[in-house]
């Protein structure tokens, strides 16, 4: 599969359109010549935003097939509104840092589509070739990496020990991936794509490449996080099987039209499109050369803005660090998300142990529950991502990092402030502690904010390079911030002095202890006060500390009972009820 690794530059000899009429599929490089009139049009545009203007003159295929799928063409109603954004929990609230991403619901035309693809293909079936999938995924998660590596054991064939591998996808397989892998993929990308727009609400990509498409999640993702808005999309993978799915399941969502699918790269070395996304492919790519030409390509293709999703683990990590460092050394690109800064990556260090990752809920698909053999229908996706824009002669005014710190995990209340672990704009990993003393609307805030999120609030309290790993020492933590938090309290009423414990007394047998319990009293029912505790044992003999090293060292014997002394007279039981409860039950 690695051999057949797309070439940039290669001429596009395959368009591939599956079941489609070949005549309603545009060609790439149809796609590609008007996308370069578009891009013409932009860069006359003094505003970076890639809004077009309607110019009926140079009206292009392009903008027939955008016709049909839009009611109007005019530059306003290109616009996303925001009251299209089709997940029910997912609100737009006014104030963008007060924004909660809740629960994602995969679109209904998904959903159907896949239905719809799947159809007559026998359950049991897919779920056999999914848990091939995840022993694929689970092999190559970095986990079998290094000396002390555990042993994992094979999901489809539990006695087998699982080697790493990476699978060669066929028809089946990519069918089983729409129901096991692409919901997981889907919800990840369309976190990242409401990032992106969230930070640049004007931005519109015209056209977008999808680099390693698989069954098409990221254009999903795509349009619907545009709410359907039309951009033409090139959707490349080396897996011809993968393609094929990737197209039947755009058809049945009627949304091939404006799609190219194609095993190769764009033959125009000057092709660059609005939006380059890459989901889930260079965890994929084990060679590192091969890595780093794609890395390239994938930049090189970018007219505007790259955004690459990867898995929520420590190689998914690794691998988005790679494009992040290789595009900062390049010096054309800003980092919009997640990071704060273009500095090296706080946790990119070995030694922090952690990782930059989010995590996003979703609601599974039913089918997908019954393929993961899940007890609920909700899952978190753990996922890492990078959104990074390019200085071009067309986009000259590149944005700037967001000047906010970014929450790296989810929030940790504690009573009377809240810590975060944030990466802050100065490039360090840190934990800051935001207490109730900052108002009660920050306070309140600090508790709602979601792991991912940005913080605009400040900080009472920064400790930089202490929110590197989520091993940090929280309790030290909880002591500077419960010592910063008591000062701002108000003084405690001072405490009343404790009753004095009770105290272990040997006398005499006969003596009478001051606090002895009044026995005449306790059978009728009273209870005596709280005192001495008195041991009316005998007295121990010269030699008991031998027995006392024998019961110590757990002979049986109770403590300070030596072997064979007369056991102690019973002590009185004390009446259950104290007088008063006796009166009220009376
Ligand atoms: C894990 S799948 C991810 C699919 C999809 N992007 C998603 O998020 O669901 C990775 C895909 O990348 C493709 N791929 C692997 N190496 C590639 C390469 N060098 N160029 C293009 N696609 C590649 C594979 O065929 C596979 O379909």
Redesign the pocket.
């Known amino acids: ?2 051999r057949r ?2 070439r940039h530059g290669a001429k596009l000899s395959t368009t591939w359109t599956g079941n489609l009429q070949p005549s309603t599929a545009p060609t790439a490089d149809a796609v590609l010549a008007n996308h370069h009139v578009d891009r013409q049009r932009l860069s006359s545009k003094s505003s970076p935003a890639t809004t077009r203007d309607h110019d009926p003159a140079s009206s292009t295929r392009h903008d027939q097939q955008l016709a049909k799928v839009e009611p109007s063409s005019s530059p306003g109603s290109r616009r996303r509104d925001p009251k299209l954004v089709p997940f029910g929990s997912t609100k737009i609230d006014k104030d963008p840092h007060r924004h909660k991403s809740g629960m994602t619901v995969l679109p209904a035309a998904l959903h159907d589509a896949v239905d719809s693809v799947l159809q007559g293909t026998p359950g049991p079936d897919i779920r056999r070739h999914a848990l091939r999938i995840f022993d694929s995924l689970r092999s190559t998660s970095g986990i079998l990496d290094g000396k002390n590596a555990p042993r994992l054991f094979s999901l489809l064939h539990p006695e087998q020990v699982l080697t790493k591998h990476h699978i060669a ?1 066929d028809a089946n397989l990519a069918r089983a ?1 729409l129901v096991s ?2 919901p997981h ?2 919800v990840a ?1 369309d976190r990242a794509l409401r990032e992106l727009f969230k930070i640049r609400p004007d931005f519109i990509p015209v056209s977008a490449l ?6 098409g ?2 254009i999903w993702a795509l349009r619907d996080t545009t709410a359907g808005a039309a951009t033409l999309v090139t959707a ?4 011809a099987a ?1 393609l094929g799915v990737a197209a039947e399941v755009g058809k049945a969502a009627k949304w091939h039209e404006n799609a190219v699918f194609s095993e190769f790269m764009p033959a125009n070395p000057n092709a660059a499109f609005d939006l380059t996304m ?4 260079l ?3 084990e060679d590192p050369k ?1 890595r780093a030409n ?1 890395i390239k390509t994938m930049w090189d293709l970018t007219g505007d803005t790259l955004v690459v ?1 990867d898995r929520g683990t420590p190689l998914g990590f690794q691998r988005i660090v790679e494009v992040r460092d290789w595009v900062i050394k390049q010096g054309n690109g800003t980092v919009l998300a997640p990071c704060p800064h273009m500095n090296t990556c706080p946790l990119a260090n070995d030694k922090t142990r952690d990782w930059c990752h989010f995590a996003q809920r979703m609601q599974l698909p039913h089918k997908t529950q019954l393929v993961r053999k899940t007890p609920t229908n909700i899952d978190d996706v753990k996922f890492s991502y990078l959104i990074l824009r390019k200085t071009s002669s067309t986009n000259t005014s590149s944005t700037a990092p967001s000047p906010h710190p970014r929450v790296l995990s989810p929030p940790m209340k504690r009573g009377g402030h809240v810590l975060l672990d944030v990466c802050d704009p100065s490039g360090h990993a840190a934990r800051i502690i935001v207490p109730k003393s900052m108002g009660k609307d920050i306070y309140k805030d600090a508790r709602k904010v979601g792991w991912g999120d940005q913080w605009p609030h400040g900080a009472k309290v920064s400790v930089p390079n202490r929110g590197a790993g989520r091993f940090a020492d929280v309790a030290e933590f909880t002591d500077v911030a419960d010592k910063k938090d008591k000062k701002d309290k108000k003084p405690k009423k001072p405490k009343k002095p404790k009753k004095p414990k009770a105290e272990r007394v040997t006398v005499e047998e006969g003596d009478v202890s001051p606090a002895e319990p009044d026995f005449a009293s306790l059978s009728e029912g009273m209870v005596p006060r709280p005192g001495r505790v008195v041991d009316a044992r005998p007295p121990a003999a010269p030699d008991a500390g031998k027995a006392h090293a024998a019961s110590a060292a757990g002979d049986g014997e109770p403590e300070g009972s030596p072997p064979g002394a007369p056991s102690p007279p019973p002590t009185p039981r004390a009446g259950r009820r104290s007088p008063r409860r006796k009166l009220f039950t009376q």
């Open positions: 599969m690695m690794a797309i996808y991936y892998r692409m993929n889907f990308v999808d680099l390693g498409t698989g069954p999640t990221a490349v993978d080396v897996n993968m890459a989901a889930y492919l965890s994929e790519v091969m794609l999703v």
